[in-house]
């Protein structure tokens, strides 16, 4: 079983909104607390970038291209991590990835494509 599970993409218009899960079935509560977050995405012929992060104390930071649109959050007794996505637009079209860095695992991807 994968470490990291994602669930949520999909088909969404511009300007409608998305949640993005990452579970993490099998880790315990102290590291998945205990661990930074971060959730990345690639489109075609695109590097892979950083959209959101979560430091261990809660604080999170964005892309430019996100602020004030895609938000961050977890639920430790869930052992889920979440990425609301808000406003969206075509270029939010990519492949997403949550990714625990300290021990350096990722989700599967998921794919999001939003449409004009």
């Known amino acids: 079983q994968a470490q990291l599970v994602e669930s949520g993409g999909g088909l969404v218009q511009a300007g409608g909104s998305l949640r993005l899960s990452c579970r993490g079935p099998?880790?315990?509560?102290?590291?998945?607390?205990?661990?930074?977050k971060d959730w990345y995405r690639q489109a075609p012929g695109k590097q892979r970038e950083l959209v959101a992060s979560?430091?261990?104390?809660?604080?999170?930071t964005y892309a430019d291209s996100v602020k004030d649109r895609f938000i961050i959050s977890k639920d430790n007794n869930k052992r889920t991590m979440y990425l609301q996505m808000n406003m969206m637009k075509p270029e939010d079209t990519a492949s997403y990835y949550c990714?625990?860095?300290?021990?350096?695992?990722w989700g599967q991807g998921i794919q999001v494509t939003v449409s004009s």
């Open positions: 099998r880790m315990i509560l102290s590291t998945f607390s205990g661990t930074a």
């Open positions: 990714n625990f860095p300290g021990p350096n695992i």
């Open positions: 979560m430091t261990t104390h809660g604080i999170t």
